[in-house]
Nanobody, 122 residues
Framework: QVQLVESGGGLVQTGDSLRLSCAAS????????VGWFRQAPGKEREFVAAITGTGGRTSYAESVKGRFTISRDNAKKTVSLQMNSLKPEDTAVYYC???????????????WGQGTQVTVSS
């Protein structure tokens, strides 16, 4: 099992940057792939980015490719999402989630954090 806590959200302006962090507790963090998802009011939850347990593979939604970067530090048990060139449409609650996946990104995530709010004003 793994517990996840997101942090780093806030209120920013269009074009600004934010770095979100997902702190994990528990053993064998390297065995867990981690993904970032977001949900805006009235919209379905959508995939943003994911990274395998070793960090060898990453995946991004087309809407954030080139602007967002996911990374991890297994020694610190953290996963980060660097968000650049933020747009109002990036406004959402951002969640990190995890499931077993050393060298693969699993099709679903069983463990979820509580979320952190990102608001981008125009």
């Amino acid at each position: 099992q793994v517990q996840l806590v997101e942090s780093g959200g806030g209120l920013v302006q269009t074009g600004d940057s934010l770095r979100l962090s997902c702190a994990a507790s528990g053993r064998t963090f390297i065995t867990y792939a981690v993904g970032w998802f977001r949900q805006a009011p009235g919209k379905e939850r959508e995939f943003v980015a994911a990274i395998t347990g070793t960090g060898g593979r990453t995946s991004y939604a087309e809407s954030v490719k080139g602007r967002f970067t996911i990374s991890r530090d297994n020694a610190k048990k953290t996963v980060s999402l660097q968000m650049n060139s933020l747009k109002p449409e990036d406004t959402a609650v951002y969640y990190c989630a995890a499931d077993v996946g050393v060298d693969r990104i699993p099709p679903g995530m069983r463990y979820w954090g509580q979320g952190t709010q990102v608001t981008v004003s125009s």
